[in-house]
C-alpha cells in the first residue's frame, strides 16, 4: 500500500479538519456504514464502467475504495481527516489490496499528471460545496479529462426525517455542476446506515466530464 501525506494547508480548511477528524475519533460517523456502497456498486454494474483509474475524494475509512480496489480499479482516495485515514489504511492492509490513501484537504491535493478515469463520492461533495465549492469545481476540472464519468451521492431535499445531513435539490446539482459536466443520471435512492438498514433518501448523480 502506498501512502502520501500532504499537510499544508489552505487556513479556512483548518478548522473544517479538525471538526472532521474529531467526528471520526469520537466516533461520531452515522454515514459510516462500513459497507462498500450499495449504489456504488449498481452504478457500476449498470453502467458497465469497467476498471480504470479512479479518484474517491472524501473517502472516510475506505469500505468503497478498497471494495474498488479489489474489482480491479487503481484506487487513489483522499480525505481530510487523518484519524479516518488510518482507519482506512489499516482496512485496506487487511484486504490486502493496494490503494494509495492520501491525507488532504481538496485544495492541497497533489494530483497526479495522469487524470483519472472515473470520479467516487458518497457524501463529501454534498459537505464540501457549502463551504468551498469553487476550490472542488477546480480541483474536479483538474483531475478530469473530457468523458471522464463521476458519480456523486449526496443528501435530497425529500428526505423528511430531521437529522443534519445536506439535502439538495436537483436544480442544485445542475446549477454546481451542469457547466462542467453533462449529466447522464439522476435518480433517489437511499442510503445505507448499517447492513440491512435503510437511511436517508439521497440523489444518485452520474455524470460525464464535458469537452474534447
Ligand atoms: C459524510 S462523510 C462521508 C465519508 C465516506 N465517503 C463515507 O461514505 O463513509 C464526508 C467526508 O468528507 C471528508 N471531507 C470533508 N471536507 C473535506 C475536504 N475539504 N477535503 C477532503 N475531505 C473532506 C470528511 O473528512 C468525511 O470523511
Known amino acids: 500500500m502506498s501512502t502520501e501525506e500532504h499537510t499544508e494547508q489552505h487556513p479556512e480548511q483548518q478548522d473544517k479538519q479538525k471538526d472532521w477528524d474529531q467526528r471520526y475519533r469520537n466516533d ?9 456502497s450499495a449504489e456504488l456498486r449498481r452504478v457500476l454494474a449498470e453502467q458497465n464502467i469497467a476498471p480504470c483509474r479512479v479518484l474517491e475524494i472524501g473517502c472516510g475509512t475506505g469500505s468503497s475504495a478498497i ?16 484519524t479516518a485515514i488510518e482507519t482506512a489504511r489499516a482496512r485496506a492492509t487487511e484486504a490486502g489490496v ?29 459537505c464540501i ?37 445536506p439535502r439538495l ?20 435512492f437511499y442510503f445505507e446506515d448499517a447492513p440491512d ?8 448523480c452520474l455524470m460525464t466530464r464535458r469537452g474534447g
Not at 72 to 79: E, H, L, N, R, S
Not at 101 to 125: L, N, Q
Request: with cysteine; glycine share 10%.
Open 129 to 165: 460545496r457549502k463551504v468551498y465549492l469553487q476550490g472542488l469545481l477546480v480541483l474536479l476540472k483538474r483531475v478530469t479529462h473530457p468523458g471522464t464519468r463521476y458519480l456523486t451521492l449526496t443528501g435530497n431535499s425529500d428526505e423528511l426525517s430531521t437529522d443534519n445531513m
Open 197 to 204: 438498514l435503510r437511511g436517508p433518501l439521497g440523489w444518485s
Open 169 to 188: 435539490r436537483a436544480a442544485d446539482l445542475c446549477s454546481d455542476l451542469e457547466e462542467l459536466f453533462k449529466i447522464d443520471q439522476l435518480r433517489a
Open 28 to 36: 461520531d460517523t452515522p454515514w459510516d456504514s462500513g459497507l462498500p
Open 67 to 82: 471494495y474498488l480496489a479489489g474489482q480491479g480499479f487503481t484506487v487513489t482516495a483522499i480525505d481530510i481527516s487523518p
Open 98 to 126: 493496494e490503494v494509495n490513501i492520501v491525507v488532504t484537504h481538496i485544495g492541497g491535493y497533489e494530483s497526479p499528471a495522469e487524470p483519472f478515469d472515473f470520479i467516487f463520492d458518497r457524501g463529501a461533495f454534498h
